[in-house]
């Protein structure tokens, strides 16, 4: 079945390191890749998404190009802050939109 | 306002209570889902409904039952709460459209079960 796959934490960066946190997905056609963030005490919300191959989702910093060839959308930042400490969250849906398929989560600290 | 509303958003119960979380939603959405959130579990579905009419099972359906009472508003039930209840349950919704659906979440309700 369809599912996602995300590299688990808990992941410790320094303030103005570079970050990546991978995610693969496998899906029975073409799925829309998202990425979604949890900062402590709050629910879900979307940080970034990708509706096809090729294409590169962004913001806040953050950029993940969906990968068909190696059915990967990895989580990339040039220089993560400490504001950035939060749970992510990979996940998917297919083109009915019927569910949502999510990874189990990496949390990422950024200290000083 | 929040678009997306929970409630409450910490309850402590005992084992063999019933409980009952509301979600309410201002986003006009058809799509609601509960799910809950374990830690190295990431979110498991509980259940999801496309309308008013419409009920589905998610992948952890037991011992929890739904009700959509109108667009709106979608609770969710534990008529028997077990301490393996034990976790933050949250609200979504969405609304489909092709290539671009997203989900748009509550705040959570932290639900402990002695």
Known sequence: GDSVTQMEGPVTLSEEAFLTINCTYTATGYPSLFWYVQYPGEGLQLLLKATKADDKGSNKGFEATYRKETTSFHLEKGSVQVSDSAVYFCALTMNTGNQFYFGTGTSLTVIP | ?114
């Open chain 2, 1 to 114: 306002d929040a678009d997306v509303t929970q409630t409450p958003r910490n309850r402590i119960t005992k084992t063999g209570k019933r409980i009952m979380l509301e979600c309410s939603q201002t986003k006009g959405h058809d799509r609601m889902y509960w799910y809950r959130q374990d830690p190295g579990l990431g979110l498991r579905l509980i259940y999801y409904s496309f309308d008013v009419k419409d009920i589905n099972k998610g992948e952890i359906s037991d011992g929890y039952s739904v009700s959509r009472q109108a667009q709106a508003k979608f609770s969710l039930s534990l008529e028997s709460a077990i301490p393996n209840q034990t976790a933050l349950y949250f609200c979504a919704t969405s609304q489909f459209r092709p290539g671009a659906s997203e989900q748009f979440f509550g705040p959570g309700t932290r639900l402990t079960v002695l």
